[in-house]
Every structure is written in C-alpha cells, then in structure tokens.
C-alpha cells in the first residue's frame, strides 16, 4: 500500500483502491492519482471525505466507483450535475431518525440494494441500530437522492 498527500488530502492506494481522507478541492489533483492507477475501474472509498469542490479529472473513460460516501460529501456530490457523468456511488452516508425511540444515525445506503427506490428519489427505511424499528430520513430526498434519478 502507498500512503501520499495533495493539497489537503490523505490518500491510500492499494491496488485499484483508493482510500481518500480530507478535502478533495484544486489542489487534489485526482487525475494525476488515477494515472498512476493504471485504466480499468477504480474504486473510491470517501467515508473520510469531508468537502469537494473539483474532482479534477480529465476524461478518461474509466469507471470511477465511490463507496461510503461520506454525509456532506453527497450534499456536494448531487449539486455537481457534471459528476454525474463521472462517477458510478456504490453506497453512502446518510442521516436518518427514529421516530419511535427518537435515535440519530448516519447509516451506510447501499446503491444496488435500493435501486430501485432510489430512482424514483425516495429513500429506503434502514432498521434502527437502537430499537430495530424502521428509521426514516432525517433530510429533503434531493440532499442525497437527486444524483439517482432517473
Ligand atoms: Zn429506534
């Protein structure tokens, strides 16, 4: 595994696997990173991501896979239209509440799983990790789920 820094943020390769920790703004210059991958389908594990204002990558016709993608990263993610385009998300963070014992979580959403769903922007119910009761989301839809439309 290699360990490396852009601008401010923590970056672990192993493989086609990158592990991104911090801020992906201009000075993250992802495209140089994925060169460095090789071309085929990389995935992107953003659970320490914290903002993104530029992916800052050229065209490459790569599959670019974002898993646990991080609460405020998919708020970012989904008022970016031209990321749209670019990246394929696996599964993300996002807020729910339960309203039978009133508990907060931020619960990983799998993709695949809610297709679906998803798709028509709403949201799938996760059991509670405190009661097992059905949580709902905590937010508007279109905060996490505008980027799934279809
Ligand atoms: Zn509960």
Same mark, same amino acid.
């Given at each position: @595994?290699?360990? /490396?820094?852009?601008?401010? /943020?923590?970056?672990?390769?192993?493989?086609?696997?990158l %592990? #991104?920790?911090?801020? *992906?703004?201009?000075?993250?210059?992802?495209?140089?990173? #994925?060169?460095?991958?090789?071309?085929? &389908? $990389?995935?992107?594990? %953003?659970?320490?991501?914290?903002?993104? !204002?530029?992916?800052?990558?050229?065209?490459?016709?790569?599959?670019?896979?974002?898993?646990? $993608?991080?609460? +405020?990263?998919?708020?970012? #993610? !989904? @008022? *970016?239209? &031209?990321?749209?385009?670019?990246?394929?998300?696996?599964?993300?963070?996002?807020?729910? $509440?339960?309203?039978?014992?009133?508990? &907060?979580?931020?619960? $990983?959403?799998? +993709?695949?799983a809610?297709?679906?769903?998803l798709?028509?922007?709403v949201?799938?119910? /996760?059991?509670?990790?405190e009661?097992?009761?059905?949580?709902? /989301?905590?937010?508007?839809? &279109?905060?996490?789920l505008?980027?799934?439309?279809?």
């Amino acid at each position: @595994m290699t360990s /490396l820094r852009l601008g401010r /943020l923590d970056v672990e390769i192993a493989g086609a696997e990158l %592990t #991104l920790f911090g801020r *992906i703004d201009d000075a993250a210059a992802l495209g140089g990173l #994925l060169d460095r991958i090789g071309h085929g &389908e $990389v995935t992107i594990d %953003t659970d320490g991501v914290s903002f993104v !204002n530029s992916i800052g990558m050229r065209e490459r016709g790569d599959t670019i896979v974002l898993t646990r $993608v991080a609460d +405020v990263l998919m708020a970012q #993610l !989904n @008022m *970016i239209s &031209e990321l749209k385009e670019k990246v394929r998300i696996a599964s993300f963070h996002a807020q729910y $509440v339960c309203a039978a014992c009133g508990a &907060e979580s931020a619960p $990983v959403v799998d +993709v695949a799983a809610h297709a679906a769903s998803l798709a028509k922007m709403v949201a799938p119910r /996760l059991p509670c990790p405190e009661c097992g009761a059905p949580m709902d /989301l905590g937010d508007f839809p &279109e905060r996490y789920l505008l980027i799934f439309k279809t």
